[in-house]
């Protein structure tokens, strides 16, 4: 059965770094974009990273940009988000999930409604 779980999570300081993996089962990892998603108490899934199935084009949330980095390793079905310079406002589970096939633009990446399959998510949790 296909399914996505995610680890990595923590509790770090401001100014800290982290780095989350996702692993995959169930499909042709290669296929499929992935994307990074993180969800804060009573706010909505709200998109964080994503990756095209080769790992030749990557797209990310503002709020992230130059800070975090996301990552595959085709051979061994995983994905990563590497983080630097977290802040408490970066305090959420963060999910992993499996993009519908198709070309990976910037249009859909952003899109929750366009992954198909999710992960239970791993907590990071900043502290200031």
């Known amino acids: 059965q296909a399914q996505l779980v995610e680890s990595g999570g923590g509790t770090v300081q401001a100014g800290g770094s982290l780095t989350l993996s996702c692993a995959a089962s169930?499909?042709?990892?290669?296929?499929?974009?992935m994307g990074w998603f993180r969800q804060a108490p009573g706010k909505e899934r709200a998109f964080v990273a994503a990756i095209s199935g080769g790992g030749g084009t990557t797209y990310y949330a503002d709020s992230v940009k130059g800070r975090f980095t996301i990552s595959r390793h085709n051979d061994n079905n995983t994905l990563n988000l590497q983080m630097n310079s977290l802040k408490p406002e970066d305090t959420a589970n963060y999910l992993c999930?499996?993009?519908?096939?198709?070309?990976?633009?910037?249009?859909?990446?952003?899109?929750?409604?366009?992954?198909?399959?999710w992960g239970q998510g791993t907590q990071v949790t900043v502290s200031s």
């Open positions: 999930a499996r993009k519908i096939k198709g070309r990976l633009v910037p249009q859909n990446a952003r899109n929750r409604h366009e992954y198909f399959q």
């Open positions: 169930g499909r042709t990892f290669s296929d499929y974009a």
